[in-house]
Each structure stands twice: as C-alpha cells, then as structure tokens.
C-alpha cells in the first residue's frame, strides 16, 4: 500500500478547541509507526481521522493518488472502504459470540464464503497463538487472550493498514510485554503498514521503525526510534522520550555559574557565541566513579553528593546535588554508596544536549572550540 499522507490538517472541535492544529505527517509504506505523545495531544484524533471516523476541518488525507478527506475538494471515503483494520483500547469483542464467531465476523459482514472464512479465522488465531480457544466465549478468557483475539479479528479481514488505539494499555506489565513481542513479530511477517498511538514511550521505542511525537496539537518530530532518542528535535522530545527524563539544566544568562555554566563552558559555549537555553545529558549516560582519577581526560566531570540510590534489580538509579543541582544517573554497577556520600560524576561530550531558549536543539557540541580550561576539573 503507498504511504499515507496528511497534508496541512486540522481538527477543531466545538468552542473553537483545536485538537490537532496543521499537522504535516508521512507514514511510510510498511511502516510500523506510532504516534506518542501526553493524554490530549491529539493522536488519537489523528488516528480516528486516517481510519475515517473523525473529519478533519481543514486539510487533506490521501494514500498514494488516492484522496481519502478533503473538505476543500468535497471529498470523503466513508471507513469501510479504506482497507484499514482498527483495534480500540476496549477490545469490543461480542459476548454471544465464540473466539472463532468473533474472529470470523468481519469476513460474515464481507460475505466470504463459509469455507474460506473458517479457514481465515483460523489462520489469524495461530499467529497470535490462541487457535486452542477457538470454542470459549470472551467471559473465558484473559484480558491477553482477548487483546489477541480482537487482533485476530482485524487480520482476518487482512487489511492494508493496522490502526491501533493504546490496544496493551488495559494489560499487566507481563502482558503488555508479551504483546509487543506479538505485535513486532506480526509486522515483520506480514510486511502490513502499522499506526500505533500510545503515551508509552517505551511501547514506541522497542516496536516503532518511525516515532512521531505529538504535543498540543503539534508535530514535534518524526524520525526513527534510536534517532529520536540520539538527537531529540526539541526541549519537549528530549525529556518525554527516555525514562528516567532527560536531567534538564536551566541557563540563567550568557555566563551563568553552577552546574548550567560548567556544563557550557565544558562544551565551548560562551556568551559571545550565545549561550543556549539549557544543557540536558541523560541519565544512563552520566557515569560514577570513586575517584577524580578514573575520569577519562576528555570528559566533563563534577564531584555529585549522593541523595538517594534506588535499586531496581538490573540497575540503580542514582539521585545526585552536583553543584546545587539535582541530578539522576542509571548505573547497572552497584555504586557502593548511600546518602551523603560524594562521588565524581562525568560524561562524554557527545552526551550533552544544547537547546535554545525556545526549547528547539542548538549544536550538541561544538567541535570547533576546545573546552575551557579548567572547566572539567
């Protein structure tokens, strides 16, 4: 299927409330992307107006040549001729129905013949291994079991496009886990375009080939998963994707001092050059060591009273005051040291994030200008 395309799209709703406000987007074909952002951020409304549930105000929908909405041209495909199969986050299944009635019934609504339907349904019920409960009803079956049968129903129908609402927010961590495994697995063998709207950052990361983040309406940014994470668009991005968030530093002028103004000068940016907004580095990359000895010579470095450390099993997560400044860094070593114990905390130059006032991304680093004197100490 071609790419899917909104072009200068808008959604207001009544009073004037903008949901989604010029929203410029290309899915690619055989992608698998999802839409991330905070409750409210309009993806879902984007994801209703693809699937044609929702009109949009203004702008323009089209898949390949094909116009799908466009209120200036007069032009509306209703949803069940756009090819595209849709799971809510309520799995919707009938409670009269079977696993195998369920699964069976978008091909009963087409009038596929009895043979070939059972054959379908039965087909999309082992790719999300649950063939073995084709005979129970919904009221038999975990709230796993279900997610997989209402994902079932909609590849039975096999769809160009997959368009899924937050479909894992309902599950346990386990579940939810196992799920993301499924639906991985279920893109790369059916090679099927994937939109995928969720407030996960982790659901997006570790199943997305393309993450658009929205807030507020808006487009943020667009780019492949690692990518996103490696160099974020904006103030916005960096801190929403990555958990623990990004450890954000306000500059307070040209030249500030404490921790923003270490970081800075460490990164070439003095106040003749224009000094950016804030400097970020995130926590998995700000490393610990015992003594100022074990610093590598090119790293930025600052002694870091402990606060709090807490484990998590595989790693800890470690609350710093470095200059002042409340910090956070993941270490999967056992950091062997409680409250108000002081540490030396350093990271590379390429961990650190520059943005300007307006929260949009300034050069990371600076090759150009060595660091100052000093200023890793």
Partial sequence: MPAITLSGVVKNYAGGHAAVKDLDLTVPDGSFTCLLGPSGCGKTTTLRMIAGLEQPTRGEITV???????????VYVPP?????????????LWPHLTVRGNTEFGLRMRKVPAAERAARAKEALEKVHVADCMDRYPSQLSGGQQQRVALARMLAVDPDVLLLDEPLSNLDARLRLEMRAELKRIHEETGATIVFV????????????HIAVMSGGELQQVAPPMEMYARPANRFVAEFVGSPPMNIVPAAGPEPGGLAGSLLRFAGKRGDMGAPGCAGVRPEALRLAREAGAVPDAAW?????????????????????????????????????????????????????????????????????????GAAS
């Fill in 64 to 74: 390949g040549d094909r116009v799908l909405d466009s209120v200036e041209r007069g």
């Fill in 80 to 92: 069940e001729k756009r090819a595209m199969g849709l799971v809510f986050q309520n799995y919707a």
């Fill in 198 to 209: 969720t407030h996960d950052q982790m659901e997006a990361m570790t199943m997305a080939t």
């Fill in 301 to 373: 470095s600052e002694d870091a009273v402990v606060e709090t450390v807490l484990p998590t099993g595989a790693s800890w997560t470690v609350e710093l005051r470095v200059l002042g400044t409340r910090m956070f860094a993941i270490t999967h070593d056992d950091p062997e040291a409680g409250p108000g114990d002081t540490l030396r905390c350093w990271t590379r130059p390429e961990n650190l994030h520059l943005f300007a006032e307006d929260g949009t991304r300034t050069t990371a680093w600076d090759e150009s200008v060595a660091p100052v004197s």
